[in-house]
């Protein structure tokens, strides 16, 4: 971990990471913006949290908004009609139900739409600095399971893996070293492997099944 750390520095954050930063981690802002990143790429997701923020910023300025300024302050993000109505009744609920904050534990932050452990755990961490939550997507699970540290098919079993398969003072970066490197270096395809500084200490599982059948398709 330590070395992907040092690898890190200088390549470019996750839109999440960039909005939690400039927002002195504000915890709706975090929320919101996970809420938008799911299958959307960085710099659409940080597009849109921005116009979406600089229209409303809190709970309360947000849940005014009707479902339709919504979708066309946060458009191109995928499935935005769909993420439009979850921010909406998110926000109706934090006000009606806990305030205009954020809850702060993970059962509570599960009962929101859209709301799914990935979220919840960021949220936790980047916004309440947990210590005790592993963040898991897409990078973090591809890459988790080419190193060999897990062996998982979902990012459920890659969560719940990592806990017992890692040390606990990385648990809060897990997702910001492997979501960085998956974008920069160890991507789904082709992989820049000659490039990776851990390389020595990764079997690259399932590298060189993916390149074969690039391969076939190619032919």
């Not at 940080?46 to 009707?66: G, I």
């Not at 859209?114 to 916004?127: D, F, P």
């Not at 897990?174 to 492997?193: A, H, S």
């Amino acid at each position: 971990m330590g070395a992907l750390a040092r690898a890190i520095d200088g390549l470019d954050l996750p839109a999440i990471e960039k909005i939690s930063e400039s927002q002195e981690q504000d915890p709706f802002q975090v929320l919101i913006s996970t809420l938008l990143s799911a299958r959307t790429q960085d710099a659409t997701t940080l597009a849109a949290s921005t116009r979406l923020f600089k229209v409303a910023h809190t709970p309360r300025t947000m849940a005014r908004l009707t479902v339709k300024q919504i979708e066309r302050l946060i458009y191109p993000v995928s499935f935005y009609r769909h993420k439009a109505r979850h921010v909406k009744a998110t926000c109706q609920i934090l006000v009606d139900r806990f305030h205009g904050r954020v809850p702060k534990t993970m059962e509570e932050l599960l009962t929101l739409p859209g709301v799914g452990r990935k979220t919840a755990n960021l949220v936790l961490i980047l916004a309440f600095q947990s210590v005790k939550n592993i963040c898991v997507d897409t990078h973090v699970h591809r890459i988790s399971n080419r190193l060999a540290w897990v062996t998982t098919r979902t990012p459920d079993e890659t969560e719940q893996s990592l806990y017992a398969a890692t040390d606990q003072r990385w648990w809060p970066y897990i997702n910001l070293y492997l979501v960085t490197w998956g974008q920069n270096v160890c991507r789904p395809v082709y992989p820049r492997c000659g490039e990776c500084v851990i390389r020595e200490h990764c079997p690259q599982v399932g590298v060189s099944a993916n390149r074969s059948a690039l391969k076939k398709v190619a032919v």
